[in-house]
């Protein structure tokens, strides 16, 4: 397949060459019955070497889409006329991985970043599942439906990669140190307050009780 490639490549640049060559003794405007036979093989194989690089140019973009590579905007201007259903498709994609990097971006604990992630990673399962499962939708879909979310799963993926290198991850606590750390910040207002409330209890009873001396007091006169 390599070995195919490289001489693909030389091909198209042998062609190329031979139309750098002569391109100037050819007038782009000149009629194809005016041509010499080697203008008209030479146009001819002009017009092969841009239909082959043309072609090779759409399938790096496609290849793109299905590993979750990042377009060009020549490319996405190339699917907004040529293949919109593909950019939809792109677009949702780049929308759902973002959404999951400011997920993460929420997070407080490096447990907290791994459960995003197995709870993500099982929506993918589950989703998985009922492609696989389903009578009702034939084989081609299947693959085309399985395809789709193995990007979506490559895009998320990235997003994790690039995530737990940040500087964010990184001073991130585990539950337990954040759970120790929260154990040793007890405020220090906290006994004051109960007895405040103590108090407040205190002088509730000591009205009731002059209230209650007071009506016996009032019944006697």
Not at 138 to 164: G, R, S, T, W
Not at 181 to 203: G, L
Request: a negative charge.
């Amino acid at each position: 397949m390599v070995t195919g490639t490289i001489r693909s490549a030389v091909h198209l640049q042998v062609l190329e060459n031979k139309w750098q060559q002569k391109k100037n003794s050819i007038n782009e405007k000149k009629p194809l019955s005016e041509m010499t036979q080697e203008e008209r093989m030479l146009s001819h194989f002009q017009e092969m070497a841009e239909k082959e690089r043309e072609s090779n140019k759409h399938a790096d973009t496609y290849n793109k889409l299905k590993s979750g590579g990042k377009l060009t905007s020549e490319e996405i201007a190339y699917l907004e006329e040529h293949d919109p259903e593909a950019l939809r498709k792109y677009r949702e994609d780049q929308a759902e991985k973002a959404a999951y990097e400011r997920e993460l971006k929420k997070c407080r604990t490096k447990d907290e970043v791994e459960r995003v992630k197995m709870n993500k990673l099982g929506n993918f399962s589950a989703k998985a599942k009922q492609i696989t499962n389903n009578p009702y939708i034939p084989l081609d879909k299947k693959v085309e439906l399985m395809n789709q979310l193995n990007n979506k799963l490559c895009l998320i993926d990235e997003a994790h990669q690039k995530f737990v290198k940040s500087r964010q991850y990184q001073d991130m606590p585990t539950d337990v140190e954040l759970q120790e750390k929260s154990a040793e910040e007890v405020p220090e207002n906290q006994e004051p307050v109960k007895e405040s409330i103590a108090t407040d209890t205190d002088e509730t009873e000591d009205g009731m009780r002059n209230a209650v001396a007071e009506r016996e007091e009032n019944d006697r006169t």
